[in-house]
């Protein structure tokens, strides 16, 4: 029976006659991922014909031997030796390769060329060489948008589904803005009886007003009266759990920061608690009274000193 003439080996790949064989292997590499049939179920007749043809050639070319007997003209691009030899190497899979784990002297089999894609697609081929591969669903993605004190304390939102369907989904306590969120098997579908994939969930966390987080730990900033860092005074300070009383010592400069023990995040996967770093500002009063005037400037002339600012 007549054997079609194969396209030349190099042309179908498109790399150069003298391209190295790592530049024939990634090459082949990104075409098998970008056309295996599986990965284009809406052209997959087309996806498939084209893979044929790029195994084949790179049956060819891809193995180094084979490669120097082509080169040499000893073998047409079917891998049939000229002259009436007969072919080297007979059988082979649907594909146009050689069925097996791989060429001897080739550093990956055909199932490694898409582990790089799927983690766990499964080459599922054993004796019968015209099973589908098997891979799992895809994982979708999405964007969650939650509230600070949610992220920090902890809550539960109800997100609608691409598909329609409600699912109520569990923030855990300490989330951090970007984090990503699995749940299984609440991605796209697999068919063929296939594991389903994950939907994989980013968390955006939303700025407040006046927490901020830095690792585990709160920040915040505290307004404070002239006369309550003059003198000392108790003042209640907002907290991610509530307010609590903190001391202003006698003669406290603004700048001065003030660490809440255990009053930062609660991380659930280091075990961790962070603190609230407190930072107070001593503000003034929007207007200077005649008395206040009259105090301090009978309080300089006796009791001038230096803040810190260079001579």
Do not use: C
Request: proline content about 5%; aromatic content about 6%.
């Amino acid at each position: 029976m007549d054997v079609a003439m194969a396209e030349d080996p190099y042309k179908v790949l498109g790399v150069p006659r003298t391209a190295t064989d790592e530049e024939i292997r990634r090459t082949y590499r990104k075409l098998a991922k970008e056309l295996h049939p599986d990965l284009n179920p809406s052209n997959q007749a087309l996806s498939e014909e084209r893979f044929k043809k790029v195994s084949a050639a790179y049956d060819i070319v891809g193995d180094p031997e084979k490669r120097k007997q082509y080169d040499r003209g000893e073998i047409d691009a079917n891998g049939e030796q000229r002259r009436g030899y007969q072919r080297a190497h007979a059988g082979g899979n649907p594909f146009g390769g050689r069925t097996g784990a791989g060429r001897a002297g080739d550093e990956f089999g055909f199932g490694d060329i898409f582990s790089d894609l799927f983690g766990s697609m499964r080459a599922g081929r054993g004796a019968d060489a015209g099973a589908p591969f098997r891979m799992r669903g895809q994982d979708i993605r999405y964007t969650l948008e939650v509230d600070f004190l949610e992220a920090v304390n902890g809550t539960t939102k109800r997100v609608t589904m691409p598909e329609g369907g409600v699912l109520d989904l569990n923030v855990p306590e300490g989330v951090a803005d970007g984090q990503i969120l699995r749940l299984r098997g609440k991605g796209g579908p697999a068919g063929r009886g296939n594991e389903p994939g994950d939907a994989l969930v980013e968390v955006r966390v939303r700025p407040h007003q006046q927490f901020k987080r830095s690792g585990d730990d709160i920040t915040l900033d505290l307004p404070i009266a002239l006369d309550e860092a003059v003198i000392g005074a108790k003042v209640e300070v907002p907290t991610i759990s509530g307010r609590v009383q903190l001391t202003i010592p006698k003669g406290t400069s603004s700048g001065r920061v003030f660490r809440l023990k255990g009053k930062g995040v609660r991380n659930g996967a280091s075990a961790n608690t962070g603190d609230q770093l407190v930072t107070v500002h001593i503000v003034l009063p929007d207007k200077i009274d005649d008395e206040l005037s009259y105090f301090l400037s009978e309080w300089r002339l006796k009791h001038r000193y230096n803040p810190g600012r260079s001579s």
